[in-house]
Each structure stands twice: as structure tokens, then as C-alpha cells.
């Protein structure tokens, strides 16, 4: 069976340290367990995106988005800091996710900043987030600051060191978590539902 992994990217560039960061994360995870990715970048949602405030008014594309997320058998909540907390985008993706559909669901905290101080993000925003949601955010997150990067490049062993802890510590929940993602990963191409989780 296969771990189907869903990234919600706060990053609004390209080629970010954020996203370098959840290379390093993937990558380690699939040393674990066969994995399937599946990678949600909030700021390329379009217009309708920023301006619905009801999931009742987000269209059909935008629908099966959120979908994917709800469905995932792993999320990587995955975010720069700006201003002491998450973006504002990122916060709003999860606005438009119904109350419930994570509930029990595996969540991993990542986050990047400018220095050691913004790691506070994952206890004091990302945490209680998804603690409104009930969802079942894995007990080590994994921060990084600028100086733990060549360019987009992680380098810190001891980041990577903390990576691999909170991986293993869950290794056999995340095993049991997995589910027939390869079938979901056919269908979801095409705009298919994933099954439900």
C-alpha cells in the first residue's frame, strides 16, 4: 500500500526554502514507505480563490483541490513565516476546508524563517490550526532558519536529524495510514474524487 501525501505550500515563489525543506522531508519519508505526492500551491489558486468566503461558492476546479486535501492520507502543512504566523493565503485555503474533513487526520508541521525565534510558528499558530480542525498533527515539527540553507539548499544535519525523528517516531501509524493511492493518483489526474479515507 501506498502513502498518499498531500503538501499545502504557503511558499508563494517557485523555488523557496520552504519547498526545499519539503524535498528533504519526502525524501526521507519515502525512505519509510512508498509514498505518492501530490503538492497544492495556495498562491497559484487564481482570483476565485482569493475571493470566495464560502465553499458553497468555489467552482468545480477549485472543488476537487480542496477534495485532495481532505483526502489525503498525510498532509504536509508546509509554510514561510511572515509577520510571526503564517501566511495569509495558507490560512485562507484552510478557511474553505469543511470543519470535519480532517478530523483524525495525520498532519506535519513544517515551517521556515529568517532566524531561530520564528520556529514559534508550530506551537502557537500552525498547532492550534489544525487543533480546531481535530486533526492528529504529528508531535515533532520541523523548522529551519535562513542559515540552515545554501540558497534553497538544505544543509543542517541537525535539521535533518530532527526530520528523520519525527518520521520514524510515527513510522508504523504512517503505515497504517496508507491506502490505495496509486488508483487515486490515476483518477485525480483527470479531476476524478479520491476514494473517501
Same mark, same amino acid.
Given at each position: ?22 524535498? &528533504? ?62 501566511? =495569509? ?23 521556515? =524563517? ?36 545554501? =540558497?534553497? &539548499? ?36 483527470? =479531476? ?6
Amino acid at each position: 500500500m501506498t502513502l498518499r501525501v498531500v503538501v499545502i505550500n504557503g511558499s508563494p515563489h517557485e523555488k523557496s526554502k520552504t519547498l526545499g525543506l519539503v524535498d &528533504v522531508i519526502l525524501q526521507t519519508l519515502s525512505t519509510i514507505l512508498p509514498i505518492t505526492v501530490d503538492r497544492i500551491d495556495v498562491y497559484r489558486l487564481g482570483a476565485a480563490f482569493g475571493l470566495a468566503t464560502e465553499r458553497e461558492e468555489v467552482g468545480a476546479e477549485l472543488e476537487a483541490v480542496l477534495q485532495r486535501a481532505e483526502h489525503a492520507d498525510l498532509l504536509i502543512a508546509a509554510v514561510p513565516v511572515y509577520r510571526g504566523s503564517y501566511p =495569509g493565503l495558507f490560512k485562507h485555503f484552510f478557511d474553505l476546508i469543511d470543519q470535519y474533513a480532517l478530523a483524525n487526520k495525520l498532519v506535519l508541521l513544517a515551517a521556515t =524563517g529568517g532566524g531561530d525565534h520564528h520556529a514559534l510558528v508550530l506551537e502557537h499558530a500552525l498547532r492550534p490550526l489544525f487543533g480546531f480542525f481535530q486533526a492528529m498533527t504529528i508531535p515533532v515539527g520541523i523548522f529551519a532558519s535562513a542559515g540552515d540553507f545554501d =540558497g534553497t &539548499v538544505l544543509l543542517n544535519p541537525r535539521v535533518y536529524g530532527r526530520i528523520e525523528v519525527a518520521l520514524t517516531d510515527v513510522a508504523d501509524l504512517l503505515r497504517s495510514r496508507a491506502t490505495g493511492a496509486m488508483a487515486w493518483a490515476a483518477t485525480s489526474a483527470d =479531476g476524478g474524487r479520491p476514494p473517501e479515507s
